[in-house]
Structure formats: C-alpha cells, structure tokens
C-alpha cells in the first residue's frame, strides 16, 4: 500500500473516532459553531483540536504521553516478586543502614532478568542512594504511608561536588540527581566517572560528550504530526526498536525558529549569543518504532516537529536506555537540614529519572527534599500519584535536557512547614531545555509556580491544576526564550491570583489559555521574547471549573 493510502486510511479512522469522542466528552459534535451551556463550556479551540489534532498551531497533541504510549488507564506492570530487602539484611529499625542490602537486592533482580523488589513496613535507614539500573526492576514498599526510606546523606558527601558545565560555582545538584536514581547502570557509572573527574559532563540519550551515537539510516522530509516517515534504508530498524530522531540545527537558526511558531517573531530573535540554548541542539527525541514496512517507519507517537532536510534529519542510536522500571509505595525522607542558598543545593533530592523510557512512579512521597522528582533526558514516563512535603524544595518537579513525552498526573505539592530561609529560591513544576509534549495533570499545588528555565521548552501541557501562585521562575539570559510554541495552560485555579507563568497570551508563541481565574501581576513581571502578533488564544479567562472538557489531556487521550 502507497504512503498516501496509508495516511488517508489512518486519518479516516483518527477522524472518525475523534468525532465519536468529541461528543462522548463534550456532548457537542465536533462541527459544531458555538460552545455548549448549562453542564459547561467548551471553547473554540476545542471545536478546532478535534478537527486537526496532530497539527493544531495552539494545542499540542498529548494524547499519548506517558508509559506504554500513553496507554488509556495504564496499569504498571505486576511483577513477580523476586527479592525481599530483609533477606538481604535491610532491618526496619530506623537505625540500621539499609541501603548496601537494598542495593544488592536490586542487583540481583536485574541480573535475573526483572521483578519486584519488596520493602516491607517500617522505617529503613539508608546511608548511600538507591539505585535502580536494570530494566524491568520495580522497588516496591507496602505503601507511601508504611514504608520509609530515611536517608541520612546528601549526593555531595555520597558522589562528590558537582560543578556546573556551564562555569560559576553553582552545584549541578540544584537540578540533577536523586537519593533514588533510575538510570541504566552503564550510564550512572560514566556519569559519576566525569563527575568525580571534575569533568562536568552532558546528561542525555547521547553521553557525557554528546558522541555515544551512530547513524541508523536518515530521513526524508515530514510534517509534524505525521506518524508514518520514509527512510533511506530500513535495514537496522525493527518492530519495538527504541531510536532517537536526530534534529540539528542550520546556521539561520531555523530550527530554533519553527520551535517558537515562525514567523517574523522568532525570524527577528538574535539566537546567536544564547550559548546555553545552542548547546541542547540538536534536538533528541526517543520513539519506539511501531512498524516498519519496506521503507516506511511508523512510531508509536506522531512527529513533535516537522523534518526537513536543512536539519540533517537521521534515526540513531543511543546510550542503552533504562525500561520497565519503577519505585513504589515508599515515602522517601532526607534528614531534615535547612534549605541550602540559591544554586547551592548539596543534593538531599527525591527521586531521579535519567536516560529512562518506559518507566514509572507511583504513590510514592519525598520529604525535606532540596529537590523533588527529576526527569533529566528522560522520556515516555509516568509519575502518578507522588507528593512533594517537608521544609521546602528548591525544584519540586523538574523537568529537563531534552525529556519528553512525560506524564506526571495526581501530583501535590504541599505548604512548606517552616519558613525559607534567606537567598534562598522556590520554583515548582519546571521545564525546561528543549523538552517537549510533557503532561502536569490533576495537580494540587499549595505553593510554587509554572516555573520555566527558559532554554525554549515548547508543546507542553498543564490541566486541571489548583496552585497558589507563590513561586518565582528561574532561567539565565543566555538560555534563550521562556517558552516556545504550542504551550496550554487549560482549567487552572490560581488560589492568590498572581499572574505569573499562568496567563501566558502576553508572553508565549502560538500558546493557548483556557480556563483561568482573573490573575493580576505582582513582583516578577515577565516581557514577551518575540516581537510582534504572537498569535496567542485566550478563552473562558475569569472562570473557574466551566470548561468542557475539564481535563485537556483525558479528554486527548480518550480521542
């Protein structure tokens, strides 16, 4: 069947069950001119995603964020259990350092090919960080509320200081790292190696240097939101496969621009001094092949960009990925010290996913953390029901180097329970760096911010979130824009009414905000990147709970 056929057939299918599913969640057909009343509102430009929703200017298509593909309901594998920790000599005591049994533990699980790792009830002392490098090894306690990690070290006195590649005295640890780290073991052990070595190193799918890739075939031209590509030769690709497409950029800076939406905005934009920004490209993002037919390869998920050959596309490989692996029913505590100053963290961080694919946590919580949960290059994972407590985190959530396709849904951040101390910063749900098409969903946030770190970050989604609006974003100048294009902020309660990073028509590119409480600027005030028409939407702004659909992502995801 011709490439042509192919795309017709799917868009007749897709076009047809969006149609089905537009009036399953708005009750409303998806041709019709008005927004519906009574039960709620449906804006136009839910009238408009379901009729182009690979390609909508505004909206991106999240629909299949998350593990497995973004799998409806996704049920975290049940693994057998293949190891007790108080077999190996973990004592729930509270004094006893239970961390080398655990790691043992999980080494031997992944060396007999996957399964789950139990932590009984009660409370186990860990001198040294958890780590989880083996595909398809689940480390699971009896519950968030019955079995407690107590860790009693920060990732300074465990690994070493880690300076930032960027220069200054900042500590790497400020947005790296976890005291629980899932990352494939080959790829924890060289980054400690240059850590160690003082030689600050890149964090992604592609090494310390960047240069752990080989070409697997390139990749004729396509437009964002197809699924199906032609390559050169499709003899080193096969069905489940997992590759990187490889975008690097031009000397016009093009790529950079049709991330930010084109046009004369991004066209006027003087790229060339944004050093931090120009060191992510090129842009990487992993898919798993779905099918591969001659030289057509399907992906599990449509193009996040178009494919255009100024920009050397190619499908590569990669440092191994982590997959199939995951922590739950655990509370995770640091002992509790005060917040270090700025940029100064020593590394009490929660739970880290680095070069994952496939991998998860669920019901799990940190306390008197210096920062929560970290997708760094990390992609297609899923974090439900986790909870960031205690004395006040720097980064609850963050979110960068290139991580994509995440979903982080029934998340809290609660209320610090001492006051922060001086210099010192709060942020919140962060992303940053490139990273693309990832989900905060069901969210309660009694303090932070939609922090973003700049580094052009674009197509990402947060729904159905209440947050008091108390945080402060970060981002150096030399990373470039805050926001690229197609971010949506849809049914957002802002508790205290501050402005910042919630209503975003002012500042981001062929962005969307939908839903929002009436909100009022205060102290940081942030002016637009781009010049110009940002052709921006703004619906239903002064309402609270009306939209229809009330959830941007469930609603994407039952299309």
């Not at 190696?193 to 090494?207: D, L, N, R, S, V």
């Not at 974003?473 to 205290?496: E, I, K, M």
Request: with cysteine; charged share 20%; glycine share 12%.
């Amino acid at each position: 069947m011709g490439m042509g056929h192919v795309d017709i057939s799917r868009r007749g299918l897709l076009g047809s069950a969006i149609a089905v599913a537009a009036v399953a969640v708005t009750g409303t057909p998806a041709t019709a001119a008005a927004p519906s009343r009574g039960t709620g509102e449906v804006p136009l430009l839910w009238h408009e995603f379901v009729r182009t929703p690979f390609t909508h200017p505004q909206i991106p298509y999240i629909g299949r964020a998350g593990c497995r593909g973004g799998a409806a309901h996704f049920p975290f594998p049940r693994r057998p259990v293949v190891a007790d920790v108080t077999a190996y000599g973990a004592v729930p005591d509270g004094t006893t350092d239970c961390a080398p049994a655990i790691n043992r533990a999980i080494a031997d699980a992944g060396g007999a090919g996957g399964g789950t790792v139990l932590i009984p009830p009660g409370t186990y002392r860990i001198d040294d960080l958890i780590r989880i490098g083996y595909d398809n090894v689940v480390l699971k306690g009896a519950g968030s509320d019955r079995t407690t990690l107590y860790a009693t070290k920060n990732l300074t006195e465990l690994i070493g200081v880690y300076g930032s590649r960027y220069g200054g005295d900042k500590s790497s640890w400020s947005w790296a790292g976890g005291l629980i780290w899932l990352a494939p073991k080959a790829r924890w052990d060289s980054l400690v190696a240059a850590i160690q070595a003082k030689a600050w190193p890149f964090e992604g799918w592609t090494g310390n240097k960047r240069d752990e890739w080989e070409t697997l075939t390139t990749v004729s031209p396509a437009r964002q939101g197809s699924w199906t590509v032609t390559v050169a030769d499709a003899r080193h690709l096969r069905r489940g496969q997992l590759v990187l497409l490889r975008l690097a950029d031009d000397a016009g800076h093009t790529l950079l621009e049709h991330m930010s939406g084109g046009g004369p905005g991004p066209e006027a934009y003087y790229w060339d001094d944004k050093t931090k920004l120009t060191s992510y490209v090129p842009y990487e993002w992993p898919v798993r092949i779905a099918r591969v037919a001659g030289r057509k390869v399907t992906f599990e998920r449509p193009l996040p960009l178009d494919v255009r050959p100024e920009w050397d596309p190619r499908l590569t490989t990669h440092v191994p990925a982590l997959t199939g692996a995951g922590v739950e029913g655990l509370t995770l505590q640091a002992v509790e010290t005060p917040q270090s100053p700025h940029l100064l963290d020593k590394g009490y961080n929660g739970v880290a996913f680095q070069c994952t694919y496939d991998c998860w946590a669920d019901d799990v919580v940190v306390r008197h953390v210096d920062n929560g949960f970290g997708l760094v290059a990390a992609s297609s994972c899923t974090l439900r029901r986790t909870r960031v407590a205690g004395r006040g985190s720097h980064h609850p959530y963050f979110c960068r180097e290139g991580s994509h396709d995440n979903l982080i849904e029934d998340f809290t951040i609660e209320q610090r329970t001492v006051p922060a101390p001086p210099n010192t910063q709060l942020h919140g749900i962060n992303v940053e760096g490139l990273s693309s098409y990832n989900v905060w969903s069901r969210g309660e946030m009694q303090m932070g911010t939609f922090d973003s770190h700049r580094g052009l970050p674009f197509a990402n989604v947060r729904t159905d979130i209440t947050v008091n609006n108390n945080g402060r974003h970060g981002g150096d100048a030399s990373a470039g824009p805050l926001f690229g294009a197609r971010f949506t902020h849809w049914n957002v309660r802002v508790t205290n009414g501050r402005a910042g990073l919630m209503k975003i028509d002012g500042l981001a590119p062929y962005s969307a905000t939908v839903a929002l409480n009436e909100v009022t600027e205060f102290d940081q005030i942030d002016v637009p990147d781009f010049t110009g028409d940002l052709h921006s939407r703004l619906e239903l702004y002064g309402t609270t709970d009306v939209v229809r659909p009330r959830n941007l992502h469930e609603a994407q995801r039952e299309l």
